[in-house]
């Protein structure tokens, strides 16, 4: 057995399991991306025809945030002209640009980190059948060796998490990037994940937006689908909220993982300069990727490649479709 699974009682882990492998997004070789860096959207949109103003429509009835700093003038779910000037913000109004990697010169790749909680995980958590969905060996180390990372957290994360958030957050080299609230599929056959209804979508971004918000930090207005499933309906419903949605050129496959030797592979086989690889910090729902990371580390200083924040990654691509 490997050693993490001590951390979870057995009973707990076979509940757990039961209950969020058929919820949770469980990236597979064959859902690696293929698509060119930068899908543009075929037509524009307009924000009016979105369901509404993304603060007006409803929201899942569960408590506010509780305890997050203060505000601070980061942007909202509501994009401003001020939004102009953040990493990853798109012309409100257009299709978001979809992005894979960044330019295929120099050394950078970028290593991001999906903070998934859905209303399954958060109950196995509150029951204590899963002692933590926060990983905080690899933020140790990222941290010890001064490490670069892009976190995409989802609300319901955060809202779990607020010290954690606040320690990204409070990290030059971390960057916070949005995941959706409650990791809800955004197209209809997503991983089993329960489907977000369409009129949603937007309001549903917006309020992880501005739950992540007054962490302050590096806010970005990147964006990453439940599973990476996303079709022409949901990146429409999106064209409101002036993002831009990354897929990532190199899928770990570390979810569940039992060991790190197939992350570490899968990895350090498929990443190259401007890669964008896809981990996650979830712990129960990842319990190797800590183990692997020290591995990714090493091997992509073998490879001459040096982790850099996203934003600095996708430096060259183009930042929205335009016309
Ligand atoms: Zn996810």
Redesign the pocket.
């Known amino acids: 057995m490997p050693v993490k699974n001590s951390r979870v009682p057995l009973v707990a882990t076979l509940v757990a399991l039961t209950g969020v492998v058929a919820l949770l ?1 469980l990236p597979a070789p064959g859902r690696e991306t293929g698509h060119a860096a930068i899908v543009r959207a075929p037509a524009s949109r307009e924000a009016a025809t979105a369901s509404g103003s993304p603060r007006a429509a409803p929201v899942e009835g569960s408590a506010e945030p509780t305890g997050p700093p203060a505000p601070s003038p980061v942007p909202t779910g509501r994009p401003d002209p001020g939004t102009a000037t953040v990493p990853g913000a798109s012309r409100a109004g257009r299709q978001p640009p979809v992005v894979d990697h960044g330019p295929r010169t120099g050394d950078k790749v970028a290593l991001t980190f ?1 903070a ?1 909680m859905t209303d399954a995980m958060r109950y196995q958590l509150r029951s204590g059948a899963v002692r933590s969905y926060a990983n905080l060996a690899i933020v140790d180390l990222l941290e010890r060796e001064r490490v670069p990372a892009t976190f995409f957290l989802t609300g319901k994360w955060v809202e779990e998490y607020p010290d954690v958030t606040r320690r990204l957050a409070a990290n030059p080299r971390f960057e916070l990037a949005n ?1 959706t609230y409650g ?1 809800l599929a955004f197209t209809a056959d997503c991983y089993h994940l329960p489907t977000i209804p369409r009129q949603r979508m937007a309001a549903d971004v917006a309020r992880t937006f501005d739950v992540i918000a007054p962490y302050g930090g590096r806010q970005t207005r990147y964006f990453r689908f ?1 599973g990476l499933c996303h079709d022409r309906i949901a990146l429409a419903e999106l064209a409101p909220l002036g993002v831009t949605v990354v897929d990532g050129d190199v899928v770990s496959g570390d979810p569940f993982a039992r060991s790190w030797r197939p992350i570490v592979d899968a990895v350090l086989s498929r990443v190259r300069p401007g890669s964008v690889v896809v981990l996650h910090v979830t712990e129960a729902n990842a319990p190797m990727t800590d183990e692997a990371l020290p591995r990714i580390l090493a091997g992509l200083a073998a490879q001459g490649l040096t982790p850099a924040p996203l934003s600095e990654v996708l430096a060259a691509t183009p930042p929205s479709p335009t016309a």
């Open positions: 997004a999906d998934d995941h990791h439940p």
